[in-house]
């Protein structure tokens, strides 16, 4: 296969993909959004590879375009989601001739709408556990943190 | 180009410029990646800009290499071409897939934050007041994230700031817009 033949190959998967995560999403609720999306893409990295081994063609271009173009997505999905930015730029654009004062955010993230959300995500992410003396990191957040520090600590990212 | 043959599971497409640009990109990314590391570009406030910056720079000197390549073998083709835009696909991928998220992870992530606190509390446990309170006299509470946020969302011209009265820009409209159809179709909602 020519790389013309491997790009057009690694967008036929990609399409795919999409039809079945929008079904997915439609169809389904929408809890465990990111599991479905990482399967997904996997499986379709996976099915790529297949099919570049299957024609003699084991190399990584095919499959490296389609994971990083569905992580792509899926982090555009993030952003959409979670980004405290977004939430801000959508009061903005619902605000009467679409100004706000900067006190006028204190709706859009404020301890309730948004720590407690963080907070519960994490304990339903099993990173931190609830005692009834309080909180403490699980060996699975102790992962993060240690992954966090080392990212950190190699690009000189202070505190 | 021999040597190029015997790397596992590396491209061997008809084309030696296409083979050329893709291994390069991976050679540029990780000189990309030392000057990240030495330059201490992500240690700046505003991290993005400049580890952008040097991406974009090191980005120019890739596709002139490539170019250099293309002329010196007299293929200057559309499959030369092909393989420049392929190979600048993997040199932007490597930086805004693996390591642009990182730097946005652990200076901006709020989770990443209440992690980071109830992880260096001494003791075994902490309360959910005193995390929240610890936060805050850190520089990262409520009030600090909505500052830090506003100042982001000018710096990415989504909005303008008019003596602290803010105001939505275009690219503001259109970004907001664009999401909200995306949310519709996938029917998702916002945390």
Request: glycine share 6%; charged share 15%.
């Amino acid at each position: 296969m020519n790389l013309m033949s491997t790009l057009l190959a690694s967008a036929f998967f990609l399409s795919a993909a999409l039809i079945v995560h929008v079904a997915t999403c439609r169809l389904t609720s929408d809890r465990h959004f990111m599991a479905k999306g990482l399967s997904i893409g996997c499986l379709a990295t996976l099915c790529s590879f297949a099919f570049f081994s299957w024609h003699g063609q084991a190399d990584l271009v095919g499959p490296y375009v389609v994971l990083t173009a569905w992580l792509m997505y899926l982090m555009a999905f993030i952003n959409l989601l979670n980004s405290v930015t977004l939430k801000m730029l959508a009061s903005l654009y619902q605000a009467p001739q679409q100004t706000l004062l900067e006190a006028s955010f204190k709706d859009t993230f404020n301890a309730d709408a948004g720590l407690s959300e963080r907070f519960d995500m994490l304990l339903n992410s099993g990173l931190i556990a609830q005692e009834p003396n309080g909180l403490y990191v699980t060996t699975k957040g102790q992962m993060i943190l240690l992954l966090v520090r080392i990212v950190r600590s190699a690009l000189a990212i202070p505190r | 180009m021999d040597i190029l043959s015997n790397l596992p599971l590396f491209p061997h497409y008809p084309n030696a410029i296409q083979n050329i640009a893709i291994f390069l990109a991976v050679v540029f990314f990780v000189v990309f990646l030392l000057a990240v590391v030495f330059g201490k570009t992500a240690s700046a406030e505003d991290a993005y800009r400049p580890t952008n910056r040097l991406h974009f720079r090191i980005g120019v000197l890739y596709c002139a290499t490539v170019a250099a390549f293309a002329i010196i073998k007299g293929d200057m083709g559309q499959q030369a071409a092909l393989g420049l835009l392929t190979g600048l696909y993997v040199y932007a991928t490597l930086h805004y897939v693996f390591v642009f998220p990182l730097i946005g992870l652990v200076r901006k992530s709020i989770s990443v934050e209440i992690l980071n606190t109830i992880g260096s509390a001494s003791g075994c446990c902490i309360h959910r007041d005193t995390v929240v309170n610890k936060m805050a006299s850190a520089g990262a509470g409520v009030s600090d994230v909505r500052k830090n946020r506003l100042l982001q969302m000018c710096l990415l011209q989504l909005a303008k700031n008019n003596n602290g009265q803010f105001s939505i820009s275009t690219r503001g409209k259109f970004v907001h817009v664009t999401g909200e159809r995306v949310l519709q179709l996938f029917k998702l909602k916002r945390l």
